[in-house]
Nanobody, 129 residues
Framework: QLQLVESGGGLVQPGGSLRLSCVAS????????IGWFRQAPGKEREGVSC????????NYADSVKGRFTTSRDNAKNTVYLQMNSLKPEDTAVYYC??????????????????????WGKGTLVTVSS
């Protein structure tokens, strides 16, 4: 059974950067597309990014395009989310999830969660001065 654990969250000032990691155990990640999602207090969960199993295709929500970058190292069974130019509205619990398929269901963030069968427990990112 694939298990995912996120790390790298914390408190950062506006304009700062963080890198989140999603490490898999119990199985390998190299046949799964991986999504990053976030949920702010009082808001619904939203898709942030999706990366194909090979890393050759990446998709992003409009709200993070140009600021966030997802990448993966299948040899390390790890997927990353590099977050730059952070804003207070990026404050949320961030989750990674593994798709049952090697490609993202859609390039639209509204549909990133479709097919995501395995979820981590999340890591909190707080952007505040």
């Amino acid at each position: 059974q694939l298990q995912l654990v996120e790390s790298g969250g914390g408190l950062v000032q506006p304009g700062g950067s963080l890198r989140l990691s999603c490490v898999a155990s119990g199985s390998t990640l190299d046949s799964h597309a991986i999504g990053w999602f976030r949920q702010a207090p009082g808001k619904e969960r939203e898709g942030v990014s999706c990366i194909s199993s090979s890393g050759g295709t990446t998709n992003y929500a409009d709200s993070v395009k140009g600021r966030f970058t997802t990448s993966r190292d299948n040899a390390k069974n790890t997927v990353y989310l590099q977050m730059n130019s952070l804003k207070p509205e990026d404050t949320a619990v961030y989750y990674c999830a593994a798709d049952r398929f090697p490609i993202c269901y859609s390039s639209s963030s509204h549909y990133f969660s479709i097919g995501m069968d395995y979820w981590g427990k999340g890591t909190l990112v707080t952007v505040s001065s």
